[in-house]
């Protein structure tokens, strides 16, 4: 939706008015209790467990708000997933395959806050997290101004995705790499071709 609002010819703001239709059915799905499955799933309270790691986040940052606890450092301060130990995917699990000793000794490394902004206060405290916040802004603002679409896409899609998950920490199996490539393409200097005789 963000790369046909900002694509460089002609803007389509008319695609934000699916935006505004599913805003005004969720208003009035919780105003009116209208029941409406699709809008009801979207605001359920259901976050798979999210809500506690946000938590121990949030403990872990007032640790150390101001520089945070430090990079790939945070893992031990989110209690709700660190307790389980190391853990593979879940089919090997399943399956019964563990955790190598030599591996177990990183597992808290792996850990994340499943929300890039409280992941990045937890380890980089207020400091780096302002840092994080320009960097994002500005390469969404530049992307926006050049309307590459696929520019767009990746950042203003990898900064949704940002809300559930860290998607945008490197080294990533999300993809976070193909992020910062975005943000190296966005803040690149355009330049404009001299007029020929």
Known sequence: ??????????????????????????????????????????????????????????????????GGVGPYQGGPYLTYLFKDGCQLTPTLARNDVACPDGLSRWSSVWLIAHNAWLHWMLETGVVGTLGLLSVMGYALWRAALMGDLLIVAVLYGFTAMNVVDVVIAVPSQHFAELWWVGVGLSLRIRTIPAPTS
């Open 1 to 66: 939706m963000a790369a046909l609002v900002f694509a460089r010819r002609g803007r389509q703001w008319w695609v934000l008015l699916p935006a505004a239709l599913i805003l005004a059915l969720a208003t009035l799905n919780t105003t009116l209790n209208i029941p409406f499955k699709p809008v009801e799933r979207l605001l359920n309270d259901q976050t798979s467990g999210r809500e506690f790691v946000w938590r121990d986040a949030v403990q872990g940052w007032q640790t150390s708000p101001v």
